[in-house]
């Protein structure tokens, strides 16, 4: 059998038979990808017809991303784009500014409640969604946020303030107080040692928690679906409509939309795989 | 001064004689505000849900009045419900086991940074990053019998219907061990990848077996690591809605209706508000009680780990 830690390079059977079981795995989590890319380059006439051989043409990107789409398909994916660029990006900045204090503040002192607190936003990380959405629904459409960016950016801080705290409370607890109390002793604010010490030297972490909570946002689908219609609905839930769209089966506008709805979660995730371990974990496990 | 800090490093440090006490000791508490505000705004409509499911509240009765337990009886006097409740659980209890059996597995294999696992490890978390919604899309149009490539590929013919009454539930967790399993794998991975190596280089020139070492070393020490990714997938699957809504929406008949789906189904589909939280606030208590006793296991469990690594 296969060493069980690294180190021994030899071509033993064992070492042979793990490296097959691993391009098994990988085969079976690519071919998906794969097989979408492909489909997204098929013609029309191609889409149903052919598995593999077939000639690729990039039109269907551009057909997806502009006005002919929208005709053919009444899907305008370029303001869904738009839209889900300004709601995930407006929740974060939402949660940055909220979330970094709260976390300083958990991180660096106990103090009654703070553990409740930090409960608290854990759980809505583990709520069902729909006990927080249907009376939200009721709401919106009373107070007239249904729809509406400022009413998206609300919801998710359902999932991007969790995240958010989290992470980087357990980066403030990582900070040796020392630091800050140097700068305290020459003469800093509190507010002035936080700025100019504690927040620079935790700058991967807060990167980390932006970028994370950017991608869950990005990729929330219940949120749009019940709580927005035309105007604040997102990429998530215009691609599903390219499935349905027109009574017709555009297949291979459904996947040229759905590579590009993944795509910039998949760039931001590639640029932050060293912190992923410990963001995803909500600062449980730490690499 | 310097000394005395160094001494006591928790105890409240020094501070400008400017500021006082009071002020010092409220800090917390107003940097926490906003966020606290965050938290009563999402409870409100929590406990609003909450109180809908001793209402009658519908869109068809906009006037409601209160009827206790009615709703609880209806729906737990509902076959429907358990037929739910049924499905959820089959669904995240087969979902989390192959996900972390999987995930185990290939974390270890990966461990052994071989030639061939140093490539797959930089595309590892591809799936995991895609939204779930999207897997959907993408795996519905695979299983498609005319044309999805999977009958293809498998040689199954143009009849064999992976969203069919029998399969539907089965393939939905098919979708989501593509998605979810990469996510128990780099947990894992950065688990192991943090363990003491001297046990294990003690024991191998004791010349025990690998199947003593994994069983007796790494995986009471990798344990808490498992749990983690285990408490994270069990939660969400309980709460499973995106891919499983886009690839079959529940159906064929009830084969693949969740509990969220269910919920989904009364209170928008049907605007019956009130019989949707009484759904949700049912599995909320499922997911309450599942998550102390989780917790619970996880905290044993880490105490466990940390003794097996002092011996």
Known sequence: MAELMPGQKRLTPGAVISDIALVGWFVFALF???????????????????????????????????????????VDFKSALLTSVINCGGAVIVSLLIGIPAAYAAGRWKFKGSEDLMFNMLSFRFAPELMVIVPLFVIYNEVGLFDTKAGMIWVLQLVTMPLVVWILRSYFQDLPEDLEQAALLDGYTRRRAFVMVALPLVRPGIAAAALLAFIFAWNNYVFPLILADTNASTVTVAITKFLGGGGQAYYNLTAAAALIGALPPLVLALSIQRYLVRGLSFGAVKS | MTTVTKERPTAPGPELPTVPDS???????????????????????????????????????????????????SVLADSDFWTSVRITAVFAIAATVIETVLGVGIALLLNRSSFVGKIFEKVLILPLMIAPVIAGVMWKLMFNPQFGVLNYVLGLGSSFDWLSKNLALWSSILVDVWTYTPFVAILVLAGIRSLPREPFEASEVDGASWWYMFRRLMLPMMWPYILVAVIFR?????????????????????????????????????????????YMFLLWIIVFITARYLVKVLGKAQRRAAGAEEE
């Open chain 1, 32 to 74: 998906p990808l794969l097989w979408m890319l492909l489909l997204a380059m098929k013609t029309p006439a191609e889409q149903t017809t052919t598995y593999f051989a077939f000639s690729p043409t990039l039109e269907n990107f551009v057909t997806v991303l502009t006005q002919r789409g929208t005709d053919l398909t009444s």
């Open chain 2, 23 to 73: 002020r010092r000791r409220l800090r917390p508490y107003i940097l926490s505000l906003p966020a606290l505000l965050v938290v009563v705004g999402i409870l409100y409509p929590f406990v609003l849900g909450a109180y809908y499911s001793i209402l009658n509240y519908a869109a068809a009765n906009p006037n409601p009045e209160v009827v206790w337990f009615a709703n609880f009886a």
């Open chain 2, 234 to 278: 069990f939660m969400d699957c309980l709460k499973a809605f995106d891919s499983i809504f886009v690839l079959t929406a529940g159906g064929p008949g009830l084969a693949t209706r969740t509990l969220q789906i269910g919920a989904y189904e009364d209170s928008i589909t049907f605007q019956n508000y009130s019989r949707g939280s009484t």
